[in-house]
């Protein structure tokens, strides 16, 4: 078990064809085709969603408009050029990169993560690499990431260790950071889907990592195609160059007002308060979102049928501090 799955086709544009063929992590071959209800809401995935106007987080509204809204910058023409990369994540806190890791390779995880769970999970017709909810919880499943739920074997299996030890991924760090760097072990999946309500809250990561050095680089890597109706990360555009001092008075609206570490629930109020707009993608398989441990980032809700898989994964200079909390491998009660 825990063995990479393969996609060795996919004809994922056809209009009338749509079937992705891949191995599975126990060697069966899969050829896996959609019903055209399903299609549709995987397909759906490719393009800017025009059509919303309101979108949610933590089932809260905010407004899919020009005021709050815009699109990340995508930085993958800066690929050849270490310098422009640099001086780009250095000044827009995030860089978005097209293309970066193999598709077929990230729709192989998707497939052995979603085929980790009682098929019930999963709309009729569909197959786990789709990730389509049926809108059925399995019965007795742990919360998300607790030992016996699929995430807290699926980050600790050999084909997640392979996946993310892509020297492609290590050698971006080093490039950002400017030195020899390594992965901090403390890799985080997460999965949402709809009806859920619940999203990533608005915060900065060094937050959650200020017994270290701040000198980090974030990978967001979503695990499948992923849109705002996906339930994507959200950046806060030019968020990272903001004092403590300014973000101290969003902390006030918040739905966990134990813990100092998020700093609202409430992204449509955040984004008015400091006037900046929040900046979305629609990801391809395949693509990869870096940001700085001071930008500000949340999630929208999900509201589609296909489910949202990520995994984010954090670097530091090699000879840097790094917070203990972060030495040991994630699982979802772990408290940090
Ligand atoms: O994927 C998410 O919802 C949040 C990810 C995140 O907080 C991060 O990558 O630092």
Redesign the pocket.
């Known amino acids: 078990m825990g063995e990479l799955a393969v996609v060795t086709s996919a004809s994922s544009d056809s209009s009338t064809n749509f079937e992705v063929n891949y191995i599975n992590r126990v060697g069966v071959q899969h050829c896996a085709r959609l019903d055209p209800t399903a299609r549709g809401g995987y397909d759906k995935l490719r393009q800017t969603p025009v059509a919303v106007t309101q979108l949610t987080s933590n089932g809260l509204s905010i407004p899919f408009d020009g005021a709050r809204f815009t699109l990340l910058r995508d930085s993958t023409p800066l690929l050849s050029d270490p310098d422009a990369l640099r001086r780009r994540f250095h000044d827009d806190g995030y860089l978005h990169l097209r293309g970066a890791l193999d598709p077929d390779e990230v729709r192989a995880l998707r497939a052995d993560y979603f085929s980790r769970f009682d098929p019930i999970y999963l709309k009729t017709g569909t197959e786990p690499v789709h990730g389509v909810f049926s809108g059925q919880l399995p019965s007795g499943l742990p919360p998300h990431g607790w030992p016996g739920h699929p995430a807290h074997s699926f980050v600790r299996s050999a084909a997640f260790t392979r996946f993310i030890e892509n020297p492609t991924l290590l050698r971006l760090a080093e490039t950002l950071l400017g030195a020899s760097a390594v992965l901090l072990p403390r890799h985080?999946v997460?999965h949402?889907h709809r009806g859920s309500s619940s999203?990533?809250r608005a915060?900065v990561?060094f937050d959650y990592l200020d017994e270290g050095s701040d000198q980090l680089v974030?990978m967001?890597i979503p695990l499948g195609d992923c849109s705002v109706e996906t339930?994507g990360?959200i950046y806060l555009e030019g968020s990272h160059r903001l004092s403590r001092e300014e973000l101290a008075p969003l902390r006030k609206v918040t739905d966990r007002p134990d813990d100092p570490r998020p700093i609202s629930h409430d992204l449509s109020w955040v984004s008015t308060r400091l006037g900046l707009r929040w900046m979305h993608i629609v990801s391809r398989a395949g693509d990869i979102t870096l940001?700085n441990s001071h930008l500000i980032?949340?999630?929208l809700d999900v509201t589609g049928e296909v489910m949202r898989l990520?995994t984010?994964l954090r670097f530091a200079r090699r000879d840097d501090n790094i917070d203990y909390r972060w030495t040991i491998p994630w699982s979802g009660n772990d408290g940090n």
């Open positions: 985080i997460r949402f999203a990533t915060h990561d974030t967001w339930g990360i940001h980032h949340a999630s990520s984010d």
